[in-house]
């Protein structure tokens, strides 16, 4: 079984938990916390993958480690360690959020500008850009990029909508490199 496949299983039985004690927000933060601390100290995931460590060492590690994050996130995490599957966390990750955001009619999405949006920008950049594409909202993460110039570009999952000044001048040089051709 590929490890999307394994990894959205346990995304969908967390998200299902996550759901019916309506802690959502709650599990999908510390998930955040979480595959943050995996991806910070590889170490870690080499420890939890490591078949001459014992299961219950392992165990240990993850209950130490984990002691501030919620019943639910620490079961989940003791399972994918006890079945050797600690190495899809970030996918399982990646699912929930995905399910979460589906389910509050969210997407998340990247602006880059020239300089910090303030709340007001960002959420008028969300309100516009979320009925596009048929959601409630937007969570956007504002990414400063000294190389557009002026304007923004947003990105939503594969979607780009390119509003810089340096995208504008792209777009006009590739039209008179077309036209003189």
């Known amino acids: 079984m590929s490890k999307g496949i394994v990894a959205k299983r346990y995304a969908v039985a967390l998200f ?3 759901k019916e004690k309506n802690i959502i927000d709650q599990i999908e933060n510390e998930l955040l916390v979480v595959k943050e601390v995996f991806t910070a100290n590889q170490d870690l995931l080499e420890v939890l993958n490591h078949p001459k460590v014992k299961s219950e060492t392992k165990k240990s590690i ?22 050797n599957r600690a190495n899809v966390l970030a996918e399982v990750v990646s699912h929930f ?12 999405a990247t602006v880059y500008s ?3 949006l303030s709340e007001a920008e960002l959420s008028a950049i969300s309100a516009s850009f979320a009925k596009k594409i048929g959601k409630k ?25 390119d509003g810089s000044v340096s995208g504008k001048l792209e777009r006009i040089e590739r039209q008179l490199v077309a036209n003189r051709l």
């Not at 959020?97 to 998340?108: H, I």
């Not at 923004?152 to 999952?157: A, E, H, P, T, Y």
């Open 137 to 161: 909202s937007l969570r956007l993460q504002n990414v400063v990029d000294k190389t557009l110039l002026g304007g923004v570009k947003l990105r939503i999952g594969n979607r780009i909508y």
């Open 62 to 83: 993850v209950k130490d480690s984990f002691t501030n994050v919620s019943e639910q996130v620490v079961n989940t995490l003791l399972l994918l360690v006890d079945r």
């Open 16 to 18: 299902q938990l996550a």
């Open 114 to 116: 020239v300089r910090a």
């Open 97 to 108: 959020v995905q399910q979460a955001n589906e389910y509050r009619g969210t997407e998340d």
